[in-house]
């Protein structure tokens, strides 16, 4: 069965595999934003040179975004104030393929501070301590207090545990949750 399959169905297989292939590359049909673009009727009429009509059609083919999640200006300019010598603490929730791991070492290894981070050689964990403090930390970070509150926490979860694992390690921190 296999030296049939081999001999007499595989080649002919692999030829309309070719064509198809093909196919898709020299295909007249000319799909979405490949297709070149008539000029605006408005253009025609105006009479318009070569150059006007070129940036009427990368305009024209450019794709119009919509907005996926239109927040309010005021959301997106707000100040939050932070006081890294009181009680505040940031959270950084660590979210799954999206540049988090990147990210939590920056807020460890590369943000300029009045007392950075300390961060042995060979070891992940870093100590974030307040300006003046060598107990209570600033961050509540995969990279500052490891996974206390479980590998990849969620909201949820990170509502519920923070406080508590703050408070084992003894850090007052902010019992106000944002």
């Known amino acids: 069965m296999d030296e049939r399959f081999n001999r007499w169905l595989l080649p002919p297989l692999l030829a309309l595999l070719f064509l198809l292939i093909v196919y898709q590359y020299v295909s007249p049909a000319c799909p979405g934003a490949a297709c070149p673009r008539r000029p605006p009727a408005s253009a025609a009429r105006r009479g318009g040179g070569p150059a006007e009509r070129e940036e009427e059609e990368e305009a024209a083919a450019l794709p119009r975004l919509a907005a996926k999640f239109p927040f309010a200006r ?51 964990k870093c ?52």
Request: with cysteine.
């Open 127 to 178: 100590a974030c301590h307040r300006p003046g403090g060598d107990k209570d930390t600033w961050l509540f970070s995969r990279f500052s207090t490891g996974w206390s509150c479980g590998l990849h926490a969620d909201w949820t979860e990170l509502t519920s545990c923070v406080p508590a694992a703050m408070e084992r390690r003894g850090c007052a921190g902010n019992r106000t949750l944002r």
């Open 74 to 124: 005021g959301e997106l300019c707000r100040r939050v104030r932070f006081d890294m010598r009181g009680r505040d603490v940031i959270v950084f929730l660590h979210i799954q393929k999206t540049g988090g791991t990147t990210f939590g070492r920056h807020l460890v290894r590369n943000i300029h501070l009045e007392q950075p981070c300390y961060c042995r050689a060979g070891q992940k």
